[in-house]
Structures are given as structure tokens and as C-alpha cells.
């Protein structure tokens, strides 16, 4: 099986792959638009993106999903930790500007204030630490992950350095061929993305039928579409399993407002969610 993830070798999604998937042939990606392209282009590929922050919130793939509405097969919680890498021997008090993706700094904020260092906005963690590693400017460092610090022959100056602790990111695995597992006795996750009919109060109309029949809605949130702040579509996630006939009557009562639906995956609830 192939994995890609966006991001430089050492980004954290190259991590969450590689704890997922030590076996198998994991590469990079520049862009999550790329990520998704060639998984359209080849069943046999699946891809590792992340969704959303439990700090800074949505990461901001959801027109991808809606584009390629590829099948998510698992979610995955991944614990972040962030450090401050520099050249061997750097100081932290002589470091006057940190280069990373906008989420990880904003992560590290009070950190990086308490410290007096400069921001610098770069596309991914690992690739920060790629740039420190070949400008080799002892008052410039990167905030990334330790696998970074080891591919680039970086120190690790200071470590878990994020303003809060318990830093989560969940990941989705996605891939082309849609497959998911029998209704059992474990917890399941079932994604799935609408887009109402244009009439007054749509969407308090919809979501009656999960109140009905007891459903819990996990995840609800709204998308433009293409070229227009009128038109809305919805992705959203809720507890239990599609051949659950709770669910399915809930989600039958949604059909009946919809103008399109369309069911992600079902999947195994992450065990994280218990915690």
C-alpha cells in the first residue's frame, strides 16, 4: 500500500503515517491538492491529511473533500508536540527569528512572545527546518517535530514548547475504493456531506430527525460552494453506524431536505475519544 502526506519528510503528518503504517511506502506530497488528485488517480493509494486541531481549530480541507469525496477508512489522533530546532550549538538567546507553518506558531505563541523572537509564516514544519538547515544562520530556528530535528541534523534547543498541552490533531485516512467495516458491537463514526434545497429554515428542518431518533451529531459545519455565498454545503460526522436503523432513519428524514448527500465512510470511532 502506498501513503502520502503533505508536508516535507519529518512534518507531522509524516509521523502520524509513519506510527499508522511502518510497513508500508510512505512519500510527501507539496500540497494536500496533490495528496488528493493522485488518490482520485490510483485506488491503491491512501492518503493522511490532517483535519482539524484541538486548539487552532479546522485546518482547512474541506473543499478538497468535497471536491473528490474520497471514502475515509479510519481517524487517527495524533498528539503534537512542538520544539524549537536550530544549528548544533545555537542558543536560545541568541535566536532573533522562528520559521513554521502558521498553525505551529500560533500553537507556540507564548512562547515565542515570552522569547522576543520574529515570526516567519512558512507552507509546512519540516520544511522550516529544512530552510534552517541550509541557510545554517545560527539566530534563525524552526518549530517542528523531533523527527525533523533528527532528519536535518538539528538540535532540539527547546522541546514542547506549544501553549497548551495535550495539543491533538486528528488525521482522516482517506482513499478511491469505498469500503467499511459490519455493523458490530464497537463505536463507529459515519461522515457524510449534504446540501440542502433553497427554502426557509432548511437546516432546522433536517437536523429534527436526528433529535427524534437520538442520533448525536459530532460534527456540523458549513462550506460554500464554488463561487457563491448563498449556496452551502454541510459536512458533518455522527456517532454510530450506517446499518444502525436509528441512523438510518435519521438520515433518510435528511434525504428528504436535501438537494445532494453524499456518505464519506464509516469507520471505527479512534479510541482517543474515550479519553
Same mark, same amino acid.
Given at each position: 500500500m502506498k501513503i502520502l502526506y503533505q508536508g516535507s519528510p519529518g512534518a507531522y503528518s509524516h509521523l502520524a503515517a509513519k506510527e499508522l503504517y511502518p510497513n508500508s511506502q510512505i512519500s510527501a506530497c507539496k500540497t494536500f491538492d496533490e495528496c488528493f488528485r493522485r488518490a482520485d488517480e490510483d485506488s491503491e493509494i491512501r492518503i493522511?491529511?490532517?483535519?482539524?486541531?484541538r486548539i487552532t481549530g479546522n485546518i482547512g480541507i474541506e473543499y478538497l473533500i468535497f471536491k473528490h469525496r474520497l471514502n475515509i477508512y479510519n481517524?487517527?489522533?495524533?498528539?503534537?508536540?512542538?520544539n524549537l530546532l536550530g544549528l548544533p550549538g545555537a542558543k536560545l538567546e541568541n535566536i532573533k527569528n522562528v520559521y513554521s507553518h502558521a498553525q505551529a506558531l500560533s500553537q507556540c505563541s507564548e512562547f515565542i512572545?515570552?522569547?522576543?523572537?520574529?515570526?516567519?509564516?512558512r507552507a509546512d514544519t519540516a520544511g522550516s527546518a529544512?530552510?534552517?538547515?541550509e541557510t545554517k544562520n545560527k539566530s534563525d530556528a524552526a518549530i517542528a517535530s523531533k523527527l525533523s530535528a533528527e532528519i536535518y541534523k538539528l538540535d532540539i534547543i527547546a522541546s514542547n514548547i506549544e501553549n497548551e498541552k495535550g495539543n491533538v490533531t486528528r488525521f482522516l485516512i482517506m482513499g478511491k475504493n469505498i469500503l467499511q467495516p459490519e455493523l458490530g458491537n464497537g463505536k463507529y463514526i459515519t461522515s457524510f456531506l449534504f446540501k440542502l434545497k433553497s427554502k426557509p429554515a432548511?437546516?432546522?428542518?433536517? =437536523? /429534527?430527525? *436526528?433529535?427524534?431518533?437520538g442520533v448525536n451529531l459530532t460534527k456540523l459545519q458549513s462550506y460554500p460552494e464554488k463561487n457563491s455565498f448563498s449556496s452551502y454545503f454541510f459536512l458533518c460526522d455522527l456517532d454510530g453506524h450506517i446499518d444502525d436503523p436509528k441512523v438510518q432513519k435519521?438520515?433518510?428524514?435528511?434525504?428528504?431536505?436535501?438537494?445532494?448527500?453524499?456518505? =464519506? /465512510?464509516? *469507520?471505527?470511532?479512534?479510541?482517543f475519544r474515550d479519553r
Open positions: 493522511i491529511i490532517p483535519e482539524s486541531n481517524e487517527h489522533f495524533h498528539i503534537i508536540e512542538h512572545k515570552k522569547n522576543n523572537i520574529n515570526e516567519n509564516v529544512a530552510l534552517i538547515s432548511a437546516l432546522y428542518q433536517s =437536523l /429534527g430527525g *436526528f433529535a427524534i431518533n435519521s438520515l433518510e428524514e435528511l434525504g428528504l431536505h436535501c438537494q445532494d448527500f453524499h456518505v =464519506l /465512510g464509516v *469507520f471505527p470511532a479512534d479510541k
